[in-house]
């Protein structure tokens, strides 16, 4: 697989592919004591296929947060965050490539997902995106993390922007897939071509009584049928999805993904303690943290083009297009060009 690279500015640093990576279970949590270096991963090493194992957690803001932590505390820090409709696992072999080379990686479930709990009955099972990123805020908090990297795909993709725009001292780099993702209720609200609504068919189902009953009965056939349209092109296989779907079984699942989607349509009121954070999104603020945004030439799921939001990194900034059928998934489709996009992130 060969990724294209669009930099804002030409790098010194050479970007050959090859990586090195310490074997061994990921829940040994094997490390690399050396410093995080910009030096290339080397191709040789066989994929890792151990699941990543949530086996901490943190009170952070509403949740107790379940995470998988590799690396050394006392690395740089790597914050992975997961989308929709699937997990911890898209990083299962990111994770130990980011640790081998020296950074302490911390992997979370999002609200809803995994072992990711609310801490009271009485919280909304709201899924807004202030919430989301609040959530990451609230998980470095806890963590006593002054600053991390953050990168994600899809709902972590929102997230991390969320958080470099509007928190960039917490940031040292983001890694984003499909670039810009802030939005807001009344861009939602505004009618696209046919064609475009047609992509977005799940939201439109889930603005229904009956979408949410039956995302409630199906939900693991629904998560497949979302990562066939979203990668279609990735031949995933049984036991690997069985891995991710797993976290679906979180008894907020339903209502937080129904309500997430239904918050984008105006159908749904967010939180009072969000409203100013989503007052300052719908301005659609630029980021300035350094940034690498990453495209799959095979995304089969919505999503905007690079030249549009290119204008919205006005620090240092690159793209990359990943190449040989990559969907919307990267980080699981494409673990090494991810990791090595992180590594060198940190490193603009």
């Not at 050394?72 to 997990?87: K, T």
């Not at 302490?104 to 009485?122: C, K, M």
């Not at 064609?195 to 497949?224: P, S, V």
């Not at 239904?262 to 954070?277: Q, V």
């Amino acid at each position: 697989m060969q990724s294209n690279i669009t930099p804002r500015r030409p790098s010194a640093r050479p970007l050959r592919i090859a990586f090195g990576l310490a074997t061994g279970l990921l829940v040994t949590q094997l490390f690399l004591a050396s410093l995080a270096s910009a030096a290339p991963l080397s191709p040789t090493v066989a994929a890792i296929h151990t699941a990543l194992i949530a086996d901490k957690h943190v009170e952070a803001g509403d949740l107790s947060i379940g995470y998988a932590e590799l690396g050394s505390a006392g690395s740089d820090v790597v914050i992975l965050l997961h989308g929709w409709p699937y997990d911890i696992n898209s990083y299962a072999e990111v994770a130990p490539l980011l640790a081998a080379k020296g950074y302490r990686v911390i992997v979370p479930h999002l609200r809803g997902y995994g072992s990711t709990r609310f801490l009271s009955a009485d919280t909304p099972r709201n899924g807004e995106p202030a919430a989301l990123a609040s959530d990451v805020v609230a998980l470095m908090d806890a963590l006593k993390i002054k600053r991390a990297t953050l990168a994600g795909y899809d709902w972590g993709a929102r997230s991390a922007d969320i958080v470099a725009a509007l928190w960039p001292e917490r940031v040292k780099a983001l890694v984003s897939v499909s670039g810009y993702l802030i939005g807001s209720q009344e861009a939602g609200m505004k009618p696209l071509p046919p064609k475009a609504e047609l992509q977005w068919w799940y939201q439109f189902y889930f603005a229904t009584e009956r979408g949410r009953a039956g995302y409630t009965r199906y939900t693991h056939d629904f998560a497949k049928q979302i990562w066939q349209l979203a990668s279609p092109r990735w031949a995933f296989d049984d036991a690997t999805f069985d891995r991710s779907a797993a976290a679906l079984d979180n008894p907020d699942h339903v209502a937080i993904v129904v309500h997430n989607y239904r918050w984008r349509l105006g159908l749904a009121e967010g939180e009072p303690k969000y409203a100013e954070l989503e007052r300052r999104l719908a301005a659609s603020p630029a980021i300035t943290v350094p940034t690498i945004t990453i495209e799959g030439d095979a995304n089969g799921a919505p999503h905007p083009l690079p030249e549009t939001y290119a204008g919205k990194f006005i620090g240092k900034y690159e793209h990359r297009t990943f190449h040989g059928g990559i969907g919307h998934n990267p980080p699981q489709e494409a673990p090494r060009d991810f990791a090595q996009a992180v590594i060198d992130a940190t490193h603009l």
